[in-house]
């Protein structure tokens, strides 16, 4: 089978995903405080989450087209297809954009314009964190993502069509676009992850934020891949992927959860070890104020997948493989989720604060649902977005052959053995 | 039946190479007179080594008051160098283990040479903790044992301490990965020799024979040890960056130094691989085997590297900026725009700028280029560690302890002098063990020699059907 066809019912299923996101969304908004701060975040938070692995099904292309890897053809119109979705994930970045533009929401410090005017360390950074900057950073940056994703799923097809020929005229061009797009990426990927999620703790900085944050990413881009694998398999389709490629993919998705770890574990040693106030605040709120999202992140993107994906066998069977995927796809989103919500509430606090006095803002929030722990609204959320993803991509994958039969590694692929 | 490999692949060996050739180009240069060329550099080396042994004693007999540092620059030579050498020092382990993991076949080519470079890498880097104490009767101070200093301890909180477990695991770990390998290899040595030289090799590849069993406990042995090795690879730079990014001193505290100086550690050991691996292919007269493809791929990994370190330099530079900490933005400036611009310089156009020139392939196959690149990025790398360590403590908190340093005779011969020891060890290494690891180049022989894959392999197929 080498054309997908999705189904009735799963379209429909997908279809009441997305409802029960927007619904969720509709809910959120009208149970919210004055500023819909639970809004705002929920959406923020899932954009940005969807919209990074997206990009990185782009970056996983180039770095393997450049290192030359073999073995992943035969399931590489996976990523092509969700490298798509970069196109409604930017739309999906208007409405915040637009926010800070009409000040309908207050997602991020830098934007309250009286909390700036007596801010001098908001002031310092006001060149770069401005609305001018987030509004065309972003729109350049997602936009040439979605230029090189498009060349690389482009040229990919078309090299399917045409016969092959001995001097690979198509893949040579592939190359070429994949080694460029790696330095662009490298550089374009930490100036948006800044100004999308960094910046929320406006005052706060660590130079290994974005790469940390890219890796969340990555993990979660492999996680869906499995998964999508297994499913696919399971109605027949990729026939050619088998147990060894999987094992392979249960090795990246081992391997980067341990890198993540280590880039987590790098990052918090050094700022607990050096104590300096302006870096400590930022893991001194999480650690007293959100201990469930903080030492949940561990469990979910450490230790479940170092102990049950350590064994060989675990990373060959199904059930332990979706097992794992799911929980880390979860954990990286929960992730995120400790990234933004803290900063985000105490923006609010802050911004609502201004009529009552400058010490408003700094109380501790006490057990709030939706930043605290996420709660079942947020679950919902999750569940649109991702019904939304897996919509697009699902309808994406369909357009075109599943089988890159003139790919010059197809052969190495299909007879792949670890 | 091997698996098939794309003909968009390059070989990996040329010259159409049966398995008794390999044996012979590979074990002759162990067995024969040493060349002109060989001797000339050896007494070099040797040279070179005698002066780090006066340097050394000159060092202790005079103290450190021989050196130039100041109260405000405690570190400066010694240290950086100590990091240069333990940068150099992760090549080969990253060759062996992570792009075994990756299954990169390339690697066999050179990952004998290149473990080889990495332990003398390490011993060198090893020298200078112990030096710079001044009083090296009192190294043992550094390793937490029951003493006889009362309740003293080492401070188990110090990344100093940290170090001393990383490297000696490392150069461990290393050691027996890089002696496995060359316990078959050894065998074959001996299989060839007469006399005591069979003796000799009989006891280095402790009497192999090369029994089915031999072979299946040699592989599982070398999955455990390369298991170790990845996350060593790793932890060892991670902790060095430790010694600077756990103090509060602004240009040295930053969360991004455990993963960016694996970066340029990977950067700086692939450079000095490719020294040597030029020189030693040239002279020993392996270049069927260390092949222009080889070199392209490492040169590949010097450009990626060097990017990765290029971004994380204009991060450091932007954060610095961007954080609203003045000590931090003035750390930076000064790094920069201060009496040490010319380091700042010499990194930022050796690391960053000119590997650059990798992206034009013509560059990336040629030898000459290549040798040059890897030579700056060999004095961009030492730059670096120069960088961060002078430049960043010569303008402390306070205006009144600034200072300036330049280092005496004793301290440039000290660096000079650990060269001549690197090349000691690797010029006895290249005489004594096969430099090539034999065993495994065989191995990946019908998926990627020259008769199999690439435009040769054709003409070959066509002649067989005949």
Known sequence: MNQFVLEAKHRTLLLTGVGIGVLCLVLTFLGDDELHTRFWSNYLHNTVFFLGIAFMAVFVQSAFITAWAGWYTSFKRVWEAASTFLVPALILMIPIIAGLWGHFHHLYHWADAESVANDPVLQGKSSFLNTSWYTFGTLIIVGTWIFFGYKLRSLSLQEDKMAQTADFKIHKQVRIWAAAFLPIAGFSSAAVIWQWVMSVDAHWYSTLFAWYTAVSWFVSLMALTILCLIFMKGKGYFESVTDEHMHDLGKYLFAFSIFWTYLWFSQFMLIWYANVGEETVYFQTRMEQYPVLFYGNLLLNFITPFFVLMRNDTKRKYGTLAFVSITVLIGHWWDFFQMIKPGVLHTAHEVMAHGHGAEGGHHAAGFLMGFTIPGLLEIGTFIGFLSGFILYFFSQLAKEPLHPTNDPYIEESLHHHV | ??????????????????????????????????????????????????????????????????????????????????????????????????????????????????????????????????????????????????????????????????????????????????????????????????????????????????????????????????????????????????????????????TIFPPYFVAGAIFSGFAMVQTLMLMTRKVLKLEEYITLAHIESMNKVILATGTIVGVAYLTELFIAWYSGYIYEQYAFYNRVLGPYWWSYVGMMSCNVLSPQLFWSRKIRRSIWWTFLMSIFVNIGMWFERFVIIATTLARDYLPSSWSYYTPTWVEIGLFVGTLGLFFTLYLIFSRVAPTVAAAEIKSILKTSGDQYTGPNAEKHSHAEAH
Request: hydrophobic share 50%; net charge positive; glycine share 8%.
């Open chain 2, 1 to 254: 039946m091997s698996a098939p490999v794309s003909s968009i692949r390059e070989p990996l060996i040329n010259g159409g190479k049966t398995y008794h050739q390999i044996t012979e180009d590979i074990c002759s240069p162990t067995e024969k007179t040493p060349s002109t060329a060989w001797v000339i550099a050896f007494i070099i080396a040797v040279a070179g080594l005698a002066f780090y042994v006066f340097c050394v004693a000159w060092t202790v007999w005079v103290g450190i008051g021989s050196w130039d540092l100041n109260r405000t620059i405690g570190w400066g030579w010694d240290i950086t160098n100590f990091v240069w050498w333990v940068g150099i020092g992760h090549a080969g382990t990253l060759i062996s283990a992570i792009l075994l993991l990756f299954r990169q076949k390339w690697r066999t080519g050179v990952n004998r040479a290149a473990e080889a470079m990495t332990i003398f890498a390490v011993m060198c880097a090893g020298q200078f903790p112990l030096i710079h104490m001044g009083r090296l009767w009192l190294g043992f101070f550094i390793f937490p044992y029951p003493n006889t200093r009362g309740p003293l301890w080492v401070n188990f909180n110090s990344p100093l301490l940290w170090d001393v477990f990383a490297i000696s695991t490392y150069f461990t770990v290393s050691l027996l990965f890089w002696y496995t390998g060359l316990v078959p290899d050894f065998a074959t040595v001996r299989d060839r020799a007469k006399g005591v030289r069979r003796k000799i090799y009989n006891f280095l590849s402790f009497g192999w024979t090369g029994s089915a069993k031999h072979w299946q406990r040699w592989e599982s042995l070398s999955l455990v040890l390369a298991g170790l090795a990845t996350p060593l690879v790793l932890s060892v730079h991670t902790i060095v960056s430790f010694d600077f990014a756990t103090s509060v001193i602004p240009g040295w505290h930053t």
